[in-house]
């Protein structure tokens, strides 16, 4: 399967807990967006990262939400000390880096995050 | 709000109806685009249409850009009871972040 691979799928996690969400780009694609999703409502747009840079992380709450792209292996969304609102859809989304403000982004099956 | 705003929220077709789905933005853009999402599952992308373009193509796809009314449409002719989704245009301005709309719901009966 050569399309945006996120894991896992479900993810169940109590308060105060850390989440933990990867996710492995299309191949050749060297830009990474990630997106939550809360019910009934559209994409927020969340951080952009391209390899071992973080690009533009205006999306992303200031505490407890860090993001990374190494230069080897999948993208990771951490979420420390989680509470229920975090619980969401997560979705990551990656692009070829030629011209990337002008392509579509192809995007994973999301990660459903819900907190106890 | 910089978010499209898509127009209906919700939209009950029978198959072999066209469905037409609105979305307007009060910003500049670069591009506009439109994705379907079927439930539990990720955003695919439909139509990519930059903001020099007026028009595009693709299949049963027909999507409209009016920069001065700061509107896009998308047409989708004969449906489908696989059409059944929720459709989301995306702005993108002058970064790679994509701006989403709430959606439209589409439900296809048949």
Same mark, same amino acid.
């Given at each position: 399967?050569?399309?945006?691979?996120?894991?896992?799928?479900?993810?169940?996690?109590?308060?105060?807990?850390?989440?933990?969400?990867?996710?492995?780009?299309?191949?050749?694609?060297?830009?990474?967006?990630?997106?939550?999703?809360?019910?009934?409502?559209?994409?927020?747009?969340?951080?952009?990262?391209?390899?071992?840079?973080?690009?533009?992380?205006?999306?992303?709450?200031?505490?407890?939400?860090?993001?990374?792209?190494?230069?080897?292996?999948?993208?990771?969304?951490?979420?420390?000390?989680?509470?229920?609102?975090?619980?969401?859809?997560?979705?990551?989304?990656?692009?070829?880096?030629?011209?990337?403000?002008?392509?579509?982004?192809?995007?994973?099956?999301?990660?459903?995050?819900?907190?106890? | 709000?910089?978010?499209?705003?898509?127009?209906?929220?919700?939209? !009950?077709?029978?198959?072999?109806?066209?469905?037409?789905?609105?979305?307007?933005?009060?910003?500049?853009?670069?591009?506009?685009?439109?994705?379907?999402?079927?439930?539990?599952?990720?955003?695919?992308?439909?139509?990519?249409?930059?903001?020099?373009?007026?028009?595009?193509?693709?299949?049963?796809?027909?999507?409209?850009?009016?920069?001065?009314?700061? !509107?896009? !449409?998308?047409?989708?002719?004969?449906?489908?009871?696989?059409?059944?989704? !929720?459709?989301?245009?995306?702005?993108?301005?002058?970064?790679?972040?994509?701006?989403?709309?709430?959606?439209?719901?589409?439900?296809?009966?048949?």
């Amino acid at each position: 399967n050569a399309g945006v691979m996120q894991n896992p799928r479900h993810l169940v996690r109590r308060r105060g807990q850390e989440a933990r969400l990867r996710c492995s780009p299309m191949k050749g694609h060297s830009h990474v967006y990630w997106y939550r999703q809360l019910p009934e409502e559209g994409l927020k747009f969340m951080v952009y990262l391209q390899k071992e840079n973080i690009i533009d992380e205006s999306g992303m709450p200031k505490e407890r939400f860090s993001a990374e792209f190494p230069k080897e292996g999948p993208s990771i969304l951490r979420i420390q000390q989680v509470v229920r609102g975090d619980s969401a859809a997560y979705f990551c989304a990656s692009s070829p880096e030629w011209r990337s403000g002008n392509q579509p982004q192809h995007f994973g099956d999301g990660t459903r995050l819900s907190i106890l | 709000s910089q978010q499209g705003e898509e127009d209906p929220q919700a939209l !009950s077709i029978q198959e072999g109806e066209n469905a037409t789905m609105n979305c307007s933005y009060k910003t500049s853009i670069n591009n506009l685009q439109w994705y379907r999402q079927n439930s539990g599952r990720g955003l695919v992308h439909l139509i990519l249409i930059r903001s020099n373009e007026r028009e595009k193509h693709s299949g049963r796809l027909r999507v409209t850009l009016d920069t001065s009314k700061k !509107s896009s !449409s998308l047409l989708i002719t004969a449906s489908r009871a696989a059409d059944t989704a !929720s459709y989301f245009c995306a702005l993108n301005q002058a970064g790679t972040a994509l701006i989403f709309g709430k959606g439209t719901t589409l439900s296809v009966s048949s």
